[in-house]
């Protein structure tokens, strides 16, 4: 097993590509630790682990929570001795006019998105720093190209690409790998959770989630790059395309990005 005994830290991991990280990892040969807002979301994860004999700590905690981040990686020197792996995944998303959008929303997404993951970082990072370990931002093709009626959760990702650009940077010379995975759109429940305008729950996703990359395809490919230590990774033939034309062809971008989302099913756009 590749990972053997490494101790690997996801946030959010309840759910989704999280959860499938957690397995993935830990089917490796890695000691998992994990993260969650919800009790018993967090017990099921954990039980469904164990199951496969990984070797698991939950830790109930909010990504958002600065103090909760800091429990969660000392409960992991506590549990494991180590720290090898930051996999930096809780989030949020949002889908709501800007102009109709209650500012405490975008707030809230900064918050989880954003803030979670400076939070864990700094408190992971003397231990990873020690262990000549990896870090990994799960951000997304919103960190390159952003897209309407989702401007909390843009912002927030491409706050996450820079500063892992920056910190990249920083920590080269020390050892430490810093990857930033952005998939296209991908099977899980973040759509589901979105906030509306108001910040409650959308409750259903307005695309086609069987036509998306599976969450175990996306923890797939983040493990082999952690493995290979990549720079970044672009996940999906979308995902690829939208971030080459976007570079080339901005303009054009913005109507054809427009396009797209207005066809969503109860797209905000009159």
Not at 40 to 51: A, M, S
Not at 59 to 70: F, I, M
Not at 193 to 203: C, H, K
Not at 230 to 242: C, F, H, P, S, Y
Request: hydrophobic share 40%; with cysteine.
């Amino acid at each position: 097993m590749k990972l053997k005994d490494k101790v690997v830290i996801i946030t959010g991991a309840t759910s989704g590509i999280g959860e499938a990280c957690a397995m993935i990892f830990g089917q490796e040969g890695a000691k998992v630790v994990i993260t969650g807002r919800n009790a018993e979301k967090l017990q099921h994860t954990k039980d469904k682990l164990e199951i496969l004999g990984i070797d698991v700590l939950g830790v109930l905690a909010d990504a958002a929570s600065e103090s909760d981040n800091e429990r969660m990686a000392q409960a992991a020197l506590n549990k494991f001795g180590s720290i090898d792996i930051l996999i930096n995944n809780a989030g949020i998303s949002m889908r709501a006019l800007f102009e109709d959008l209650d500012l405490s929303v975008f707030h809230k997404v900064m918050d989880t998105n954003f803030w979670g993951t400076v939070y864990a970082t700094k408190y992971c990072l003397p231990e990873i720093f020690k262990s000549k370990g990896s870090i990994v931002g799960v951000s997304s093709i919103n960190g390159y190209r952003g897209t309407p009626a989702r401007t909390a959760y843009t912002a927030s990702k491409y706050a996450m690409n820079g500063f892992f650009e920056s910190l990249r940077t920083e920590v080269m010379k020390r050892g430490v790998h810093v990857l930033v995975a952005c998939p296209g759109f991908t099977a899980s429940n973040i759509r589901n959770n979105a906030l509306t305008a108001e910040g409650q729950s959308q409750g259903e996703s307005p695309r086609d989630e069987g036509e998306m990359m599976t969450a175990e395809a996306v923890a797939k490919a983040i493990l082999q790059a952690v493995l290979k230590r990549k720079r970044d990774i672009v996940l999906t033939r979308q995902g690829k395309l939208a971030v080459f034309l976007n570079k080339w062809i901005p303009g054009i971008m913005d109507g054809i990005v427009y396009n797209h989302m207005a066809k969503e099913k109860d797209s905000p756009f009159k």
